[in-house]
T-cell receptor, first 114, second 114 residues
Framework: AQKVTQAQTEISVVEKEDVTLDCVYE???????LFWYKQPPSGELVFLIR??????QNEISGRYSWNFQKSTSSFNFTITASQVVDSAVYFC???????????FGSGTRLQVQP | NAGVMQNPRHLVRRRGQEARLRCSPM?????VYWYRQLPEEGLKFMVY????????ESGMPKERFSAEFPKEGPSILRIQQVVRGDSAAYFC????????????FGSGTRLTVV
C-alpha cells in the first residue's frame, strides 16, 4: 500500500523567512512519481512539481526548491524568502507507475505573516 | 484554451436529496478522475474513467455514489440520498490518453449537506 505523511499540520513564519515542508512516503514500487500541489485559500489545486523516482537531482524554481532523498523516502519542499502570497495548504502526493490514482498526504497549512 | 471546468462551484443539498457534480475535461483529454477532500484532510481518490468506461473505482463508496463519462458531454459524479458526511470538496482532474501521467485539476465543487 502507498502512504504519504506530512507530519507538519501547520507552520507559521514571518515574511522573508525560509521554510521547509516535509514529505515522507511509503511504497513498495521501485518506480513512481512524486508531486507537490498548492491549495490557496480560494480552494483550487495548483500543480508545483512532478518528480520521477529515478531522478534524484534537486530542483530549484525561483524561490522554490525540492530535495528528493530516495534513501530516506523523503521529498521535502523549501520556500526561500517566504511571502504572504505563499500562504496556502501544500500537499505532497505519490503516484505508482502504471496507475493513474494519486495518493495524497494530509497537507501542511503554511501561514506567512507580514 | 479552457482548463478543467467543474460546476457548480458550490452546491447545497438537503439530506436525502441527490447531488450531481459535473466535470468537463480539458480539450484533448479523454481521462477523468474524481477526488474527494473532506474538511481539513487531503484528497482521496474515488474513480478513474475514460469515455464510456470506468477503469478504476477502487475509491468509490459502495453505495449511493456513481460516476459516468458518456461519449458526449461532461463526466458526472452522482450522489444519491446525500447525508451530512458527504459534505466535502469534490475535485475532478483530466489527463491525455498517452504521455506523462500528469493531471490538471479543476477548481472543485463544494458540496454542503444541510
Amino acid at each position: 500500500a502507498q502512504k504519504v505523511t506530512q507530519a507538519q499540520t501547520e507552520i507559521s513564519v514571518v515574511e522573508k523567512e525560509d521554510v521547509t515542508l516535509d514529505c515522507v512516503y511509503e511504497t513498495r514500487d521501485t518506480t513512481y512519481y512524486l508531486f507537490w500541489y498548492k491549495q490557496p485559500p480560494s480552494g483550487e489545486l495548483v500543480f508545483l512539481i512532478r518528480r520521477n523516482s529515478f531522478d534524484e537531482q534537486n530542483e530549484i524554481s525561483g524561490r522554490y526548491s525540492w530535495n528528493f532523498q530516495k534513501s530516506t523516502s523523503s521529498f521535502n519542499f523549501t520556500i526561500t524568502a517566504s511571502q504572504v502570497v505563499d500562504s496556502a495548504v501544500y500537499f505532497c502526493a505519490l503516484q505508482r507507475t502504471g496507475r493513474r490514482a494519486l495518493t495524497f498526504g494530509s497537507g501542511t497549512r503554511l501561514q506567512v505573516q507580514p | 484554451n479552457a482548463g478543467v471546468m467543474q460546476n457548480p462551484r458550490h452546491l447545497v443539498r438537503r439530506r436525502g436529496q441527490e447531488a450531481r457534480l459535473r466535470c468537463s475535461p480539458m480539450k484533448g483529454h479523454s481521462h477523468v478522475y474524481w477526488y474527494r477532500q473532506l474538511p481539513e484532510e487531503g484528497l482521496k481518490f474515488m474513480v478513474y474513467l475514460q469515455k464510456e468506461n470506468i477503469i478504476d473505482e477502487s475509491g468509490m463508496p459502495k453505495e449511493r455514489f456513481s460516476a459516468e463519462f458518456p461519449k458526449e458531454g461532461p463526466s458526472i459524479l452522482r450522489i444519491q440520498q446525500v447525508v451530512r458526511g458527504d459534505s466535502a470538496a469534490y475535485f475532478c482532474a483530466s489527463s491525455p490518453a498517452t504521455g506523462i501521467y500528469g493531471y490538471t485539476f479543476g477548481s472543485g465543487t463544494r458540496l454542503t449537506v444541510v
